[in-house]
């Protein structure tokens, strides 16, 4: 089993920064990726950005040239670094972390953190 967990929510003014960060513990093996999940009030859950092992990102549109992920392998953290918020942004982020063991994809879930923009 694998634990995240998230931290650096809270309340921030439109225009504000956040950082968001996550560590994970327990039987980490041979990690994909790992990344952020957001899902507003009545919405599904969304792709926010994603890392993998090689340093390469991805990050959802509504996001780009705001937010930047970074990754600590050595500490196996997941950063999450939110610049010039929205009230959009607004929603509960979820870390999340992909590993492969034998022939298995394994997902793995923080419990969230909440994020709130105010306008």
């Known amino acids: 089993q694998v634990h995240l967990v998230e931290s650096g929510g809270g309340l921030v003014q439109a225009g504000g920064s956040l950082r968001l960060s996550c560590a994970a513990s327990?039987?980490?093996?041979?990690?994909?990726?790992m990344g952020w999940y957001r899902q507003g009030p009545g919405k599904q859950r969304n792709l926010v950005a994603r890392?993998?092992?090689?340093?390469?990102?991805n990050y959802g549109d509504s996001v780009k040239g705001r937010f930047t992920i970074s990754r600590d392998d050595t500490k196996n953290t997941v950063d999450l670094q939110m610049n010039s918020l929205k009230p959009e942004d607004t929603a509960i982020y979820y870390c999340?972390?992909?590993?492969?063991?034998?022939?298995?994809?394994?997902?793995?879930w923080g419990q969230g953190t909440q994020v709130t923009v105010s306008s």
């Open positions: 890392i993998t092992t090689d340093g390469s990102t």
């Open positions: 999340h972390l992909q590993q492969t063991f034998e022939i298995a994809t394994l997902d793995y």
């Open positions: 327990g039987n980490i093996l041979k990690i994909n990726h």
